[in-house]
Every structure is written in structure tokens, then in C-alpha cells.
């Protein structure tokens, strides 16, 4: 089993920043894709970024030169900067990670718990 534990969510004005974490833990191989997600009320859960274990990353349009990934693969964790924020950028986020247990298993995603970000306008 894995273990994903996110950090860093709040309330901010717009224009603010906040910066999330989430830690993996437990029976971990490898860790190939994280990435984060979000879902405000009453809408789908989406993509917000996403980034390889070689680096490669990918952006909602949304947050693009708003919201910066990074990964510490020492640490089995990504973050997310987040700047400029906007009263929409309000939802829970979610991160998730593609974890091999072992050298020849198949890859499995798993989900942090959710950490709520409110955006005051």
C-alpha cells in the first residue's frame, strides 16, 4: 500500500500564493508520473499539472505561467507553486502518483486525501 499526504492548502486573497506538497510513503518501487488535480463544487475533478519521473510536465491552460510542478524523487514528492491566485483556482486539490511495488508489477495510481484552497476575491 501506498500513502499520499498533501500539505500547504489555506485561505489566501487574489493575488497570493501557496505552495502544496504531497509525500508518498509505504511499499514504493518506483514512482512514475504525479501530478495534481482539482475539483471545485459541482464540477468534474480536472487536471491541473502533471509531471514524469524524467521531468517532462504538462499544464492545464488555466494555470499555465501561474502554477509551477516540481518533484524531489529523493523524497517521493511533488509540489506545486501556485501564484497569481484567482477566486476560480478554488477547490479541492488532489495529488496523485503511478507507483510500481515492485521492478516488474504493474503501475498503480493513488490519491492524496484532498487539501482545500479558497481563493478570496
Known amino acids: 500500500q501506498v500513502q499520499l499526504v498533501e500539505s500547504g492548502g489555506g485561505l489566501v486573497q487574489a493575488g497570493g500564493s501557496l505552495r502544496l506538497s504531497c509525500a508518498a510513503s509505504?511499499?514504493?518501487?518506483?514512482?512514475?508520473?504525479m501530478g495534481w488535480y482539482r475539483q471545485a463544487p459541482g464540477k468534474q475533478r480536472e487536471l491541473v499539472a502533471a509531471?514524469?519521473?524524467?521531468?517532462?510536465?504538462n499544464y492545464a491552460d488555466s494555470v499555465k505561467g501561474r502554477f509551477t510542478i516540481s518533484r524531489d524523487n529523493a523524497k517521493n514528492t511533488v509540489y506545486l507553486q501556485m501564484n497569481s491566485l484567482k477566486p476560480e483556482d478554488t477547490a479541492v486539490y488532489y495529488c496523485?502518483?503511478?507507483?510500481?511495488?515492485?521492478?516488474?508489477?504493474?503501475?498503480?495510481?493513488?490519491w492524496g486525501q484532498g487539501t482545500q484552497v479558497t481563493v478570496s476575491s
Open positions: 496523485n502518483a503511478d507507483v510500481a511495488h515492485t521492478i516488474d508489477s504493474p503501475v498503480y495510481r493513488y
Open positions: 509505504g511499499s514504493i518501487f518506483s514512482i512514475n508520473a
Open positions: 509531471i514524469s519521473s524524467g521531468g517532462r510536465i
